[in-house]
Every structure is written in structure tokens, then in C-alpha cells.
């Protein structure tokens, strides 16, 4: 769901630059505390792994393309902070490198797909381990990748709206409309990696919350 140049006004992309620019910032900072050097061989081969399905997307009509994101699953398995990271190096390489999505509107970009796409799935995620007590985790999986998805596309609807680029309603129905299919896709394979992952790697079951509960514990 890249968003190119022209497609939002100065004034909205300036404001995302911004947001987006505080919401990197901070991940930064905290992802210093919940990443262990042990994990960035993995963290690096996930983004690598988001990188190239990423890069397979298609038009819709109305608004702009859509893909696989990964956000819930770099989020599930490494934290939401480390989740936001990945994806911006994702979108900066392919905005700069390959004139996938637009620079002007990096910001926008890194706001809906990485920093709501991350924390919308993590946060279901989690609210789903603490209420079933980690049962059910390939189901909660399956739909923080698919809401995760679906607030990421809303995101650019709104931003497309405020622009005056699209009516609200035309920009929801296109973006939001596909991304509920495309979510599909995204709950699967985001429930079928992070189960092996966590079957067959030292990720915590519980995912990117639990890993950084250790390492805070451990003084980190």
C-alpha cells in the first residue's frame, strides 16, 4: 500500500513527515533495550524475508497498491519498537532504491504501514495470549495480522482523504475493501512463520512482549 509522490497535499505529508520522523526516533531509542545481539542475525533475516514479499504488489483501483506487509509478524516475533525499525528500513530502501512509494511521502508511508500496522497487530496479539493465557495462538496470530493489515490501509484511506485526493468514502471502499482480502494472505502466512519460529528458535511463545520482559529483567 505505498503511497507515490503527488498523491497527498504539502500540508498532510509534511505533518506524517513529522509523525513519522517522532515514531522512528522513539523506536529507536527503545529498541535498544528489547533487542539482544544474539537475535539480529533473525530480526535481519525477517526484514530481508519482508523486503521481497513486499516488493510483489499490484494496483487498486481508487487509491494506491497493494501487498503483504509483515508488520505483525517482525512485531509477534521481535516487539512492536524492533517491528516499526524493520519496517522503515524496508520502505527506505524501496522508496530510495527501486521508486517504490514516493519520498516525499516516506513519512506517511512509515506511519500507516509500519508504526500502525506494527502496534495494531501487537496489540492484538497480546491482548489475545493475556486473555485465553496462551491458548489460541494461531488464531490470535491469523487476525493481528489481518487487523493489522486492515489499520494500516484505513491509515492511507484517511490520509488520501484529507488530501482531497479521494472521497473518504471511495479511498475506504478501495484500500480497505482489497486489504480485507489481502489480510487473508497475511494472517496465513503470519501465523505460519512465527509458529515455526517459535517452535524451533529461542523466541518466547509469547512473543516480542515476553522478550523484552526478560531482557528488562535482566537489567538490559
Known amino acids: 500500500m505505498h503511497i507515490p509522490d503527488g498523491f497527498l497535499d504539502a500540508k498532510t ?10 515514531a522512528v526516533s522513539y523506536s529507536l531509542r527503545k529498541s535498544r533495550l528489547s533487542l539482544e545481539p544474539s537475535k539480529i542475525p533473525m530480526v535481519a533475516l525477517i526484514g530481508a524475508f519482508v523486503f521481497a514479499a513486499q516488493m510483489i504488489n499490484f494496483p487498486i483501483a481508487g487509491a494506491t497498491s497493494g501487498h ?5 509478524m517482525t512485531s509477534i516475533l521481535f516487539g512492536p519498537w524492533i517491528g516499526t525499525i524493520v519496517m522503515t528500513a524496508v520502505l527506505l530502501v524501496q522508496a530510495i532504491v527501486f521508486q517504490d512509494g514516493g519520498v516525499t511521502v516516506l513519512g506517511a508511508n512509515i506511519l500507516c504501514t509500519g508504526f500502525i500496522g506494527c502496534f495494531t497487530g501487537y496489540g492484538i496479539y497480546m491482548l489475545g495470549m493475556k486473555m485465553l493465557k496462551g491458548r489460541g495462538r494461531a488464531a490470535f496470530t491469523f487476525l493481528s495480522a489481518w487487523m493489522s493489515i486492515v489499520a494500516a490501509a484505513s491509515g492511507v484511506a484517511l490520509l488520501l482523504a484529507l488530501s482531497g485526493t479521494f472521497e473518504l468514502a471511495t479511498a475506504l471502499k478501495a484500500m480497505v475493501g482489497w486489504h480485507m482480502l489481502i489480510g487473508i494472505g497475511e494472517g496465513l502466512i503470519t501465523m505460519l512463520v512465527t509458529g515455526y519460529l517459535m517452535e524451533r528458535s529461542t523466541i518466547p511463545a509469547k512473543g516480542g512482549l515476553a522478550a523484552y520482559e526478560n531482557i528488562s529483567r535482566n537489567g538490559a
Open 13 to 22: 505529508w509534511m505533518t506524517a513527515t513529522v509523525a513519522g520522523a517522532g
Open 68 to 72: 503483504f506487509l509483515g508488520g505483525a
